[in-house]
């Protein structure tokens, strides 16, 4: 994405150009490390400090310098390249750099930099394996598309696609050209028009990636890390194959007699004209064309089908400089920032986190609680009054963790660690542990009291007591406390596993370590918390 001087490392790549690369010489940049094994470079994206991998100016300055290496080595016949971060391949492009676009024209230029970049890794003659594990979205999967062969681990939070609508903007690396050629038009419509992840067996049927791989269990290291090794050694060994020629790359024709009739049809102007006519009337519907980039991703796909690669890349950037200079981009982007703000702890870190959390009333929002909780690692009593609800309650929390299993989201060990955290309770026998006690009862201030004050005869002094409130005042509530700054509201909304919002509400006695450790609590949930007054 950075049309400037590239640099990996300094000097370093440099030297090696001239030198040569052994296969014992390593490479060291900031962001990418290069190193051969065997013949085969091994190109490791693992920016510091940070929990993702994105494409900014200085990360794509050194994958391109990263790549040219490669290229030039006489001692790599193929490469890999693969993320340093179990949990993330590249997440997708620094939206600063867009930030830093004043105009289209430059916007413009920011896309056509990323599309030379990636042109060069296509029409690479030695082979580039690319080893997804984690998520692979926006450029990254633009990235990953433009390498020869893609291999993705299924399930360990792995997801491919290109979100880039929902920031008021179009993929500008390639996106909306390749992946139609790679998945057909229609399913390109369905991820580039929504926003739309795909799972590594869902990407496997359409096309997207060419190898799927079983995660491991855990061994000496967690699950994830012994399944990004796994993959590592499967992606060096495709990369041989393919280099010395006992592998060949994929046929990316179509795979049967339906897909060679869309390829077909889809060279026909009214077949065409009909199938966009009813893409458009469904992005109409649903924008009321008040939201452009849709209307854009159609456009820049169409290109591609009536002037070939050339006039589809030409209006991809040109579309894309387009949509950073609106307004509606530019609010989406400003939303982005602000939720990316509210999954950070402005009163800082607790000086002791809540690590065991109790959790009152095992209804529908009480073991919604626990489930966003116990698959965090947080040891988790849920108390119910009766036997009945406390059942229900259990039965949810393992439910939701069966999907997860299902859907290839953990592993089924990890699960039933998981599971493990919950501990159902009738009582209060084991609230003397807690460090964070959250109410979930009925919406009554009498009830609210009255269970504020039977636990706070259970509860450690230092512990915390959270309501989760929709209607009643916190401080009419923490007026039954004995410890009134130890009281916060916690607002869950319904269902909690998925409504990401979490609405933290303190009172002017409430103190400074009991705000620290509800945020703290609240973003280890997954949740966008943001902080008000009573």
């Known amino acids: 994405m950075a049309q400037a001087s590239l640099r990996l490392g300094k000097s ?5 150009f001239r030198r040569n690369l052994s296969t014992t010489r390593a490479v060291a940049g900031t962001h990418l490390n290069y190193t051969v094994q065997d013949g085969v470079a091994v190109l490791r994206f693992d920016s ?58 430059q916007a413009t230029a920011l896309s056509k930099g990323c599309q030379d970049l990636l042109f060069e890794v296509e029409k690479c003659k030695k082979p580039v394996v690319a080893a997804i594990q984690g998520s692979c979205l926006g450029g990254g999967l633009e990235v990953a598309m433009a390498c020869h062969y893609r291999i993705a681990v299924d399930g360990m939070k792995t ?33 580039a028009l929504t926003g739309k992840t795909l799972t590594a067996k869902k990407a496997k049927q359409v096309g997207l990636v060419d190898a799927v791989v079983d995660p491991l269990g855990p061994g000496l290291a967690p699950a994830d890390v012994t399944t990004h090794q796994y993959l590592e050694k499967i992606a060096i060994d495709t990369a041989k194959q393919l280099a010395d020629g006992s592998m060949k790359l994929p046929n990316r024709g179509p ?24 893409a458009k009337d469904k992005v109409m519907a649903q924008t009321n064309g008040l939201y452009p980039a849709p209307m854009k991703i159609l456009e820049a796909v169409r290109a591609g089908l009536d002037h070939g690669i050339d006039g589809g890349y030409k209006a991809e950037r040109e579309k894309f400089g387009e949509l950073v200079a609106t307004s509606e981009s530019k609010g989406l982007i400003s939303l ?34 626990a489930q966003v909780s116990v698959d965090k690692g947080y040891t988790t009593v849920l108390k119910d009054m009766s036997s009945a609800g406390l059942s229900r309650g259990v039965s949810q929390v393992s439910d939701y963790l069966d999907k997860k299993v299902k859907r290839k989201k953990v592993a089924k060990l990890d699960a039933e660690r998981y599971l493990a955290n919950l501990i159902p309770a009738l009582d209060y026998t084991d609230f003397g542990k807690v460090d964070m006690v959250i109410e979930a009862v009925f919406e009554d201030i009498n009830i609210k009291h009255r269970v504020i004050r039977e636990v706070e005869k259970h509860m450690r002094e230092d512990a915390i007591f959270a309501s989760n409130t929709s209607a009643l005042p916190i401080t009419k509530i923490a007026e039954a406390s004995c410890r009134p700054e130890k009281v916060v509201g916690m607002h869950y909304f319904s269902p909690v596993d998925k409504m990401q919002l979490l609405e933290i ?24 918390v943001i902080v008000v007054g009573d």
């Open 12 to 16: 370093v790549a440099n030297q090696a």
């Open 48 to 105: 510091p400090g940070s929990k993702v991998n994105s494409l900014g100016e200085e990360t794509s300055a050194e994958l391109q310098e990263a790549f040219q290496t490669f290229m030039k080595d006489p001692a790599a016949k193929s490469a890999v390249l693969l993320s340093g971060k179990p949990g993330c391949f590249i997440a997708g492009a620094d939206i600063n750099m867009l930030a830093k676009c004043q105009t289209a024209e």
């Open 159 to 191: 997801s491919m696609g290109l979100p880039e609508v929902m920031l008021g903007v179009l993929p500008g690396g390639g996106g909306t050209q390749r992946l139609p050629a790679l998945t057909g038009i229609p399913n390109t419509l369905d991820m």
């Open 255 to 278: 795979k049967n007699f339906a897909k060679k009739v869309e390829k077909a049809a889809f060279g026909v102007g009214p077949v065409k004209d009909y199938v966009f006519k009813m």
């Open 336 to 369: 982005f920032h602000g939720q990316t703000e509210c999954k950070k702890n402005k009163f800082g870190k607790p000086a002791n986190p809540s690590k065991t959390l109790g959790v009152l009333g095992a209804g529908l929002m009480g073991a919604g609680i």
């Open 505 to 528: 509400i303190t009172t002017d006695k409430t103190d400074m370590e009991t705000k620290k450790a509800a945020v703290d609590v609240g973003l280890k949930q997954g949740k966008v």
